[in-house]
């Protein structure tokens, strides 16, 4: 590995960590401040997760074919002026239209710095150890959550909610402005065909292996994506301080490193229908047992190991997209799955949220959830039906990942 690689890698970990950390990372510890501060429902605070999803997936349209025309640095860039400007506006926010404005430009913020860009930097950097270096910057976004989460909670027991988002407005700028400007190219050649594969995109549309395992992607990660937005304030209701419960969350979070790490060596080596159902039945295990209202250290102890546990699905999903889908498909289904997850996403944290406002509680919300995920096991196996008759259909061919 060159000098000029392991910058590339620094980067590409260190933007990931800042952009989603500074975004979904912290929405659970602000949730209750926030409340607070503009007297609002849990609803109306936790559809800002929502508003940052739906930007976030809207800016990836336009990052991508920056990306591709080679203006990495451009991109990245303007990416940072997104994050600093969504900090300070949401500093300055005297409504909830303010704050729902300041969520949807941080949304906007997360693709120019984060796993879309970071995968570009490193496919164009790297011809070989490629998938080693992915699985290193991979690791910047579970660091920066776990990260920005505990600090968040530390700071808000130290400055009001409103000086703890200016803060991190100039983290992002002191930690990202250098490290961009002074390592990545202004701009990378670029491939003759980046523009090609609109038949390929109607072909994944209409491929059932694709839409079995989309929906088993949207149920799974749309479900647990959903309920983190609620578990700092689920810990905190257990009787701890935000600070502590702070903690738990960003333990959660950093669990994901090893976890994603040795969930992808083991999806070389072992059956990933096997190693999908085995996570996917200790997640709704664990939200079942949440639902029991068991005690502070319980809960902390259940979320360590649902973080370790859930970290599993974005490097399996994306060795079962590969191996049904090819190699060649993967950036599209990826984009059409994050489409199908975010219903699922948004109804889950709306539905959490009024729950509690209904009853006081989490745990009809959780049972369900619980149910929700065990249902997505069935779309796996639908995944892996349509793969076997695909097959069938193909002699010479076999079905992988089953």
Not at 158 to 170: A, T, Y
Not at 195 to 224: H, T
Request: hydrophobic share 55%; glycine share 12%; charged share 10%.
């Amino acid at each position: 590995m060159t000098r000029q690689q392991r910058l590339i890698l620094l980067v590409a970990m260190v933007s990931q960590g800042v952009a989603v950390g500074l975004t979904v990372g912290i929405v659970p510890v602000f949730l209750e401040p926030l409340e607070a501060a503009f007297e609002a429902p849990r609803t109306s605070i936790s559809f800002g997760q929502i508003l940052i999803m739906l930007s976030l997936t809207a800016s990836s349209l336009v990052t991508g074919p920056a990306l591709d025309k080679g203006h990495a640095r451009g991109v990245m860039l303007s990416g940072v002026g997104l994050l600093l400007v969504a900090m300070v506006l949401a500093a300055m926010s005297t409504n909830l239209v303010m704050l729902a404005l300041a969520a949807l430009l941080a949304g906007a913020a997360v693709p120019p710095c984060g796993p879309i860009t970071a995968a570009s930097l490193v496919t164009r950097n790297f011809d070989e150890d490629r998938g080693r270096a992915l699985g290193f910057s991979s690791m910047g976004p579970p660091l920066g959550s776990g990260l920005f989460a505990g600090l968040a909670g530390w700071l808000l027991g130290r400055f009001s909610w409103d000086q703890v988002f200016l803060i991190f407005g100039v983290i992002a700028v002191v930690v990202l402005l250098p490290l961009i400007w002074s390592i990545v190219p202004a701009r990378y050649a670029t491939a003759a065909n980046a523009e090609e594969g609109d038949v390929n995109m109607r072909e994944v549309v209409r491929s059932p292996v694709f839409l079995w395992a989309g929906g088993l992607f949207a149920l799974a990660a749309g479900i647990v994506t959903g309920w983190t937005v609620h578990v700092a304030a689920f810990v905190a209701g257990t009787g701890i301080s935000e600070t502590s419960a702070s903690m738990v969350l960003a333990v959660q979070f950093w669990m994901g490193v090893p976890g994603a790490l040795i969930y992808g060596m083991m999806a070389d080596r072992f059956s990933l229908t096997k190693l999908f159902v085995g996570m996917l039945v200790v997640c709704a295990g664990i939200l079942g047992l949440f639902a029991t209202s068991p005690g502070t250290w319980v809960v902390a102890g259940l979320c360590v190991v649902f973080g370790f546990a859930s970290s599993g699905m974005i490097p399996l999903y994306m060795v079962l997209l590969g191996q049904r889908l090819g190699a060649d498909a993967i950036g599209r289904s990826v984009g059409l799955s994050n489409l199908l997850m975010l219903p699922v996403m948004a109804g889950s944290v709306l539905f959490a949220a009024s729950a509690f406002e209904s009853s006081g509680s989490y745990a009809g919300a959780l049972v369900v959830f619980a149910v929700g995920v065990l249902a997505s096991i069935g779309c796996l196996l639908g995944s892996n039906r349509e793969a076997a008759r695909r097959a069938a259909q193909q002699p010479g061919t076999e079905v992988v990942g089953a």
